[in-house]
């Protein structure tokens, strides 16, 4: 599996962005996708995930702000960022979780940069 980041940028507080991750390979195997974000000497943290049934699980910080979606015709996940603010300022990655077999695997995104300021 390998994935497709893009839509990062700067935007002031309050403002929106979307940012897309689009898979491709092994589709079938992928259990669910979502959002890290990380920050210098800070551990990357989940930001957001959908399952492939759907379900959605958010970080607190996150939450009734950022929405997650997938379209499965494109192999695309979607996170709707409203409302940012400069703490959200971080790169994020996307993932993509599944078992190939017995064996359950992670993969990685390239980071996209988000910058919220002023």
């Known amino acids: 599996v390998q994935l497709q980041a893009s839509g990062g940028g700067l935007v002031q507080p309050g403002g929106s962005l979307r940012l897309s991750c689009t898979a491709s390979g092994s589709i079938s195997t992928i259990n669910l996708m979502g959002w890290y974000r990380q920050v210098p000497g800070i551990q990357r943290g989940l930001v957001a995930h959908i399952t492939s049934g759907g379900r959605t699980n958010y970080a607190d910080s996150v939450k009734g702000r950022f929405t997650i979606s997938r379209d499965n015709g494109k192999n695309t996940v979607y996170l709707q960022m409203d409302s940012l603010k400069p703490e959200d300022t971080a790169i994020y990655f996307c993932?993509?979780?599944?078992?190939?077999?017995?064996?359950?695997?992670?993969?990685w995104g390239q980071g996209t940069l988000v910058t919220v300021s002023s």
């Open positions: 993932n993509a979780d599944g078992y190939s077999g017995a064996n359950w695997y992670r993969r």
